[in-house]
């Protein structure tokens, strides 16, 4: 069995501001900008705390069972012996960041072990791990695009197949997006084809999304003519998260996920006031602040 790597809810696994650092693109922080600027500042650059939510834990839980699950000989990766990893899986999660108690408090860990046993089951109708072996779990892909773009990020999977075919796998605990989220489904694909291309000089074969609560699959075969125009994209994004770092010019843009969003307090939107702005971030240094694993989407809750 693999040695358990550690596993996180979110950037910051305290109360406190995070220690500030450069930040970089991931799917997660692109989105937020384009969907709302103020948002993606409190996120990235103030690094606000935002408290856990119980369907962050429960998919962090279940990410954590199946890297498990994939660190068992395949003979042993049935369905029966998946379940009894959650415990453990619960526990490790559990030791990276306080609070979480209160979470599962209604109704117990057990529960929570219940959903997550449900999530898990979900999955053997969709895949079966007894039948290939991953290349990699929970890889951080890191690469920066012409132009001095940091792109950062977490691939919960990495298949090759004897053919060198590559396929990149994300897995999602809450339900696949409608017609109205596809985009947003496609641009986290996109992301991660990209990162693959420019980190290994490999267009994948396949980039698929695991839906366990509606159990979909959701796939995109990319072409290189695309990633290039989608680099295009994530530049001209970028340079304007740098211009608005360097004015401090952060909208707040009101929309349907303002009721998710954790900043409504700090928001003038609904009458708050944001901290002042600390300017971006000139070091290095610390954790960078990219929002992986991701907070659900709103899809997700
Ligand atoms: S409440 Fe809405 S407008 Fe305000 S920061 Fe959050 S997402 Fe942006």
């Not at 109360?15 to 409190?42: E, G, T, V, W």
């Not at 990893?85 to 860990?109: C, H, I, K, N, T």
């Not at 990149?168 to 992301?191: C, I, N, W």
């Not at 990319?222 to 304007?240: C, G, N, Q, V």
Request: glycine share 6%.
């Amino acid at each position: 069995m693999s040695v358990p790597v550690p596993v996180s809810l979110a950037d910051n696994p305290t109360d406190r501001p995070s220690p500030r650092s450069r930040p970089a693109l991931s799917p997660s922080r692109a989105s937020d900008f384009k969907q709302c600027p103020l948002k993606y500042r409190l996120r990235a650059i103030d690094r606000i705390p935002e408290p856990p939510s119980r369907a962050a834990v429960r998919g962090t839980v279940v990410h954590a069972v199946l890297e498990d699950l994939f660190g068992l000989p395949a003979a042993e990766r049935d369905p029966a012996r998946a379940a009894l990893l959650v415990p453990d899986a619960w526990e490790r999660v559990r030791g990276e960041r306080d609070g979480l108690d209160e979470l599962v408090a209604e109704g117990g860990p057990e529960a929570l072990f219940e959903e997550v046993r449900r999530l898990v089951a979900s999955y053997y109708e969709l895949e079966d791990p007894r039948r290939f072996e991953p290349h990699s779990l929970e890889e951080r892909v890191e690469v920066d695009l012409d132009g001095d773009i940091p792109l950062r990020g977490f691939v919960d999977r990495i298949d090759i197949a004897p053919n060198g075919m590559l396929r990149v796998v994300d897995y999602k605990t809450g339900r696949s997006p409608g017609p109205m989220h596809e985009a947003r489904a496609l641009f986290q694909l996109k992301f991660y084809a990209l990162m693959i291309l420019r980190t290994r000089d490999i267009v994948p074969a396949q980039l698929r999304l695991i839906y366990l609560a509606d159990k979909i699959l959701l796939t995109y075969t990319p072409d290189r003519a695309e990633l290039d125009r989608f680099e295009r994209i994530l530049t001209a994004l970028w340079r304007a998260i740098i211009d608005a770092g360097r004015t401090g010019d952060f909208p707040p843009t009101r929309g349907s996920m303002c009721r998710y969003c954790d900043f409504q307090h700090l928001c003038p939107e609904f009458g708050g006031t944001p901290p002042p702005y600390p300017g971006w971030p000139q070091q290095d240094s610390g954790p960078v602040p990219v929002g992986i694993p991701e907070v659900p989407p709103t899809e997700d809750i």
